[in-house]
């Protein structure tokens, strides 16, 4: 089954193929980043403390994994799209970055918006 994506124009005039949600294993995809790159440990109570062991590592690897997740194409092609994208001017980034955080933010998920309507 293909998935649907959304198509945007990029401020630099380029054609972005976004998917428009993440599979439950694309997530714990991106999940697996920040577990890789922190160490855990408890108190006394139990109560778990996190400490970033690489903070570059851990910020740029999980936008790069966040890019490949969500992004389709890019200008057209699917071959090395973060790398293109770093040597793009900062506002086409910045765009790209904005389009792919809606994509993998929880708060879109339907669940979420079920939970909402129910709600309201």
């Keep these: 089954m293909e998935r649907e994506t959304k198509t945007l124009v ?3 005039g380029k054609q972005l193929v976004l998917k428009t ?3 439950t294993r694309e997530s714990r995809k991106l999940r697996e980043g920040f577990i890789k790159n922190t160490k855990t ?3 006394e109570r139990g109560v778990p403390h996190y400490e970033v ?4 590592g851990l910020i ?4 790069d994994r966040a890019f490949e997740a969500a992004i389709v194409s890019y200008d057209g092609s699917t071959d090395n799209i973060v790398d ?4 793009a ?3 086409e980034f910045s765009f790209v970055k904005n389009a792919v955080d809606e994509v993998t933010s929880d708060e879109d998920s339907e669940e979420k918006k ?7």
């Design 21 to 23: 949600y993440l599979t």
């Design 53 to 56: 062991m690489d903070t570059v």
């Design 10 to 12: 990029t401020p630099l």
């Design 41 to 43: 440990t408890y108190d």
């Design 60 to 63: 740029d690897g999980g936008e």
């Design 89 to 91: 001017p900062k506002n």
């Design 114 to 120: 079920t939970e909402k309507a129910a709600t309201s």
């Design 84 to 87: 293109r994208l770093l040597d």
